[in-house]
C-alpha cells in the first residue's frame, strides 16, 4: 500500500505543477471574466501565486477521496497539511530569498515546484503513519474548509498588505 500512496502523491506533484502554471494564464485569457478570479491569478501579487497551488492541491484531494481515503490513514489531516504546506513554503521561500536579492522568475518557479513537492511529501508521510485521534480528521476538515474560504474570497476583497499587493503596477485584487 506504500507503493501506491507513493505513486499518487508523485502524480499529484506533476498533476498540480501542470494545472497551477495553466490557471497562472487563464484569467487573462479569458478576457479577466471574473468568475475566473476565483481559481486563477488577477496580478502579480504573492496571494495569487499561492492560489496556484491551492486549486490544484484541492482538486487532487477531491480525485484522491474516490480512490485512496480509505486505504490510508488520516486522510482528510494528512491531505490538509499537505496542501497547507504548499503556500506556507511559496511565502517563506519567497521572502527569504528577496529579503536577500532581486526577484526572479526562474527562481520562483524553483520554488513553486519545491513547495508543491513539500506539500504532496507532507501529505504522504502522514497518509502512512499509525491513525491518529478522530478530532485530526476533524481538523483537518476545518483547515480545507478555512482555506478554501479564504481563497475563494480574498482576491474580490484584498487587504492592502504587502502580500496582497500587486507589484506589477500596484493595487490589490483584481485589476
Known amino acids: ?5 507513493l505513486k499518487w502523491e508523485l502524480i499529484g506533484i506533476a ?3 501542470l494545472a497551477g502554471g495553466a490557471l497562472h494564464f487563464v ?5 479577466e471574466w471574473h468568475p475566473l478570479a476565483v481559481i486563477a491569478a488577477v496580478n502579480e501579487s504573492v496571494w495569487e501565486h499561492l492560489k496556484l497551488g491551492f486549486w490544484p492541491a484541492l482538486i487532487y484531494f477531491i480525485v484522491e477521496c474516490f480512490y485512496i481515503r480509505k486505504s490510508s490513514n488520516n486522510f482528510f489531516f494528512a ?3 499537505g496542501i497547507l504546506m504548499i503556500p506556507v513554503s511559496i511565502t517563506v521561500l519567497f521572502y527569504v ?3 536577500f536579492m532581486e526577484d526572479m522568475l526562474a527562481i520562483d518557479l ?3 515546484v519545491v513547495a508543491v513537492v513539500i506539500g ?4 504522504y508521510k502522514l497518509l502512512k503513519i499509525r491513525p491518529l485521534p478522530a478530532w485530526a480528521n476533524g481538523l483537518g476538515i476545518t483547515i480545507l474548509i478555512l482555506m478554501t474560504a479564504a481563497f475563494s474570497t480574498l482576491t474580490y476583497h484584498a487587504p492592502e498588505f504587502p502580500a496582497f499587493e500587486n507589484p506589477a503596477g500596484g493595487g ?3 485589476p
Open 1 to 5: 500500500m506504500e507503493k501506491s500512496l
Open 15 to 17: 498533476f498540480i505543477i
Open 27 to 31: 484569467f487573462e485569457m479569458s478576457g
Open 79 to 81: 491531505k490538509a497539511i
Open 97 to 99: 530569498y528577496t529579503a
Open 110 to 112: 524553483i520554488i513553486f
Open 120 to 123: 504532496q511529501l507532507t501529505s
Open 172 to 174: 490589490y485584487g483584481i
